[in-house]
């Protein structure tokens, strides 16, 4: 009999112990938990296909991960450089000839670091070169820019530093560095708030003299 | 399809299949008059003394234990039967209105009497078919043809599968120039006289960390300003909101995409949500909101930036009428530096994945259990 009563003592509490584990629906949950369940067999109806239709991108792979970025060249207004840029830069010095790009000054890094050549390389204009001298395509100049960031390029490629072209969904086109930093003068200038609220600062002030 | 609606919507005579409606006159569901015993199932056979019972039963039921008042007050009433009789009579008059005024009144001011009667009558969105939001929203574009001469489009997307929508903000680049907020106004079509704003930037002195009691929300300077960081508040979507669960009326719900919207129709303006928020994330009209004509985002949702009325609470949508569609939400594109990143949570190869994963992110408030699908991270 005591041994029943046992038993019979046991299976509630276990039934008690099965019903009280068991989730139940609509429960709160950590968010990271319902993506991880949730995620699992994710197929993705939309996509960002006819948000890009009408830019012109390449398709880059570095590291694990392969996306799209702008193409570039075609958007260089005296693109090819070739047709001015005839000789290498070294010939071209002290020539008699117009002066073209007076309007560049370079305000990246100082002097002792950089020069036009660290980025352009002189004896091909068409190309951009790494600091070995290696050439770099116009359309992937952010090879030439991650020599040095690293730890941005790191973040741009997962996707944490940038811009998207347009659209959320896959494909993902991100903007490359120069699509937002010009790389001339890379830093990002002070300027005023595009909005200002004169009602909030009102209330404000009124909140002040009661 | 009418069978199946979770609450009553007006007929006035333009869809004709009336259904043999099991009210009548006497103005109660479970019997009260003759009219309702028959219709009880009784077996065939049956001796006379349970007939008798059954009988009893089905034509006054529980009253034969109450009498005088509690028979007439305490009626078995639900919500849909209540309406369904103040509407009927409503009907009525305003039937009556209508043809009596009918040869002064031309056919456009019927036909805004007709959708104002539609919209007034209309049930919570959460609960309409397909049918009935592309219903609702047809009324909509039309009422706002009618009353301003412009056409607006309007959408009622429902949330995609396999999509959770997520945002992060990068503290480190956000600079201050509030060109998401200018965005967002514009998109939302917010009210213009009272300069309302769904996000807030504050703007944080260096070394103090986060105190929004010291932040400034509202400056006006050239920024970034020398020794001050800049973050962004909005809605922060809560998978577990506290706005949700407060609403009397089931007005504000969480879609299963994550966004956390509102039925600008059948909130009620009794701001207990924005009581509720720990973020600041919602908003309130005190008066009617005012877009001039020509800057009325025409490309409206439903559930996102419609136009909205004077007493109602709105907020944040992560710009449902164009996250639904692909693309981002307008603060997202204005942002000038990069500070915002929005995306698919449930899509392993999204980039909000990948800064949730790989960067040190963090929450406001996380100790609320609130779970914002709102992160802030840094460089």
């Known amino acids: 009999m005591k041994t029943k009563n046992i038993t019979s003592y046991l299976l509630t509490l276990l039934i008690i112990v099965v019903l009280c584990s068991c989730k139940q629906e609509g429960e709160y949950h950590p968010i990271t938990d319902r993506i991880e369940a949730e995620g699992k067999n994710y197929h993705g109806n939309l996509t960002s296909d006819e948000l890009l239709a009408g830019t012109e991108l390449i398709k880059i792979t570095e590291g694990d991960h392969t996306f799209l970025i702008p193409e570039r060249k075609g958007q260089i207004k005296l693109f090819a450089c070739i047709e001015c840029h005839s000789k290498p830069v070294s010939q071209m010095n002290g020539l008699n000839e117009k002066k073209a790009h007076w309007d560049i000054k370079l305000n990246h890094a100082n002097g002792e670091t950089m020069n036009c050549t660290t980025c352009h390389n002189g004896n091909n204009m068409n190309n951009l070169n790494t600091i070995t001298g290696k050439n770099v395509d116009f359309n992937l100049s952010f090879k030439v820019c991650a020599q040095c960031h690293s730890s941005q390029f790191e973040d741009w490629k997962g996707g944490a530093h940038g811009k998207k072209v347009a659209g959320w969904p896959p494909p993902r086109a991100s903007m490359t560095c120069v699509n937002c930093h010009d790389p001339h003068k890379p830093n990002f200038e002070t300027r005023w708030p595009s909005i200002y609220n004169t009602e909030k600062a009102k209330e404000r002030k009124e909140d002040l003299e009661h | ?379």
């Open chain 2, 1 to 379: 399809m009418s069978e199946n609606k979770k609450w009553y919507s007006l007929d006035l005579g333009l869809s004709k299949n009336k259904k043999t409606s099991s009210s009548c006159g006497c103005g109660k569901t479970s019997g009260g008059c003759n009219n309702h015993g028959t219709k009880n199932t009784q077996p065939t056979e049956m001796s006379s003394e349970d007939f008798f019972e059954a009988a009893i039963d089905a034509s006054i039921g529980d009253e034969r234990h109450r009498d005088g008042f509690e028979q007439v007050f305490d009626v078995k009433m639900d919500r849909r039967t209540a309406f369904k009789k103040l509407t009927a009579s409503l009907l009525i008059g305003a039937g009556a209105v209508s043809t009596s005024c009918s040869s002064f009144a031309g056919d456009d001011t019927k036909e805004k009497a007709q959708i104002d009667w539609e919209e007034q009558f209309k049930g919570n969105y959460k609960l309409m078919t397909n049918e009935e939001k592309q219903g609702t929203i047809n009324r909509l574009m039309r009422s706002y043809e009618l009353r301003t001469g412009k056409n607006i489009s309007m959408t009622a997307e429902n949330a995609e599968e396999d999509v959770l929508f997520g945002y992060a903000f990068n503290i480190s680049k956000c600079q201050g120039y509030m060109d998401c907020v200018s965005a967002c106004v514009e998109e939302n079509n917010q009210d213009r006289n009272s300069q309302m704003q769904y996000i807030r930037i504050h703007e944080m002195k260096d070394g103090e960390g986060f105190k929004f009691d010291n932040a400034d929300d509202n400056y006006y300077h050239e920024v970034p300003a020398e020794g001050h960081f800049y973050m962004g508040t909005q809605c922060f979507h809560c998978d577990n909101p506290p706005c949700v669960e407060v609403c009397p009326v089931q007005a504000t719900w969480k879609e299963d995409d994550g966004l956390v919207v509102i039925d600008y129709d059948w909130c009620v303006g009794c701001r207990y949500c924005m009581a509720a928020c720990p973020y600041d994330g919602r908003r309130f009209n005190w008066s009617k909101p005012q877009v001039p004509e020509n800057e009325v985002n025409k490309n409206q949702h439903y559930l996102g930036n419609r136009m909205r009325k004077k007493g109602v609470m709105e907020k944040c949508t992560f710009c449902v009428q164009r996250s639904r569609k692909g693309k981002n939400p307008a603060c997202v594109d204005a942002c000038p530096t990069g500070a915002r990143i929005f995306g698919n949570l449930l899509d392993p190869n999204s980039t909000i994945r990948w800064v949730l994963e790989n960067k040190k992110v963090f929450r406001l408030k996380e100790d609320l259990g609130t779970e914002p699908k709102f992160w802030y991270f840094m460089d």
